[in-house]
């Protein structure tokens, strides 16, 4: 496996909509352990196993997990972490994120021995599912946040790959920089003023 960072670690995504649904496939496509972590009563439960991953509640997706990836919906990421996560990562775990919103607001409390990061792919998990399907890849930016071990931004860089980001195109941003133009491009440009114009 090319992404050696993850080679003999296990990933848990959190989440499994459009992003989730995508990374995971793409992950376990590159070898790499993964587990899916969702609520019990999840409608995408069935999605999730019928695809032949392994699912679990998210507590124990998370302690059974060297990297944990959180793919919610930013305005629950503070009581899934906080109630569901934090408590349960192994000590030197690593916590990515797949938007810097809840990181730059400082939504989130993570235990100080955990690498953070980001690994955020541009475009919606159907175009990143069928670019890494075609072997074409994709733009994705990533950053650290904590970074304990020294190791971090490494860890971030293989998940990306693993992922299907095209290996000259992952940009090293921070969390500020990438969930700010983020933000622009949503509210600005596909979704507000610079549309009318």
Known sequence: MANHALEH????LIGFGSQGRAQALNLRDSGVNVIVGLRADSASRAD?????????DVPAAV???DVVVS???????????AESIAGHLKPGAYLGFGHGYAVRFGDIS???????????????????RRQ?????????????????????LQIARAYALAIGAAP??????????????????????????????
Request: aromatic share 6%.
């Open 110 to 128: 993570v235990p100080a021995g955990v690498g953070v990061f980001l690994a955020a792919p541009r475009g919606p998990g159907r175009l990143i």
């Open 63 to 65: 302690a059974a997990a």
């Open 71 to 81: 793919l919610i919906p930013d305005d629950q990421q503070r009581n899934v972490i």
């Open 168 to 197: 000259t195109a992952i940009f090293e941003t921070t969390f500020q920089q990438e969930c700010e133009a983020d933000l622009f491009g949503e509210q600005a440009v596909l979704c507000g003023g610079l549309v009318e114009l």
């Open 48 to 56: 999730a196993q019928a695809t032949g991953l392994a699912v679990a």
């Open 132 to 152: 890494y399907e075609q072997r074409q890849g994709f733009v994705c930016s990533i950053a650290t946040g904590q970074d304990p071990a020294g190791d971090t």
């Open 9 to 12: 670690k296990r990933v848990a």
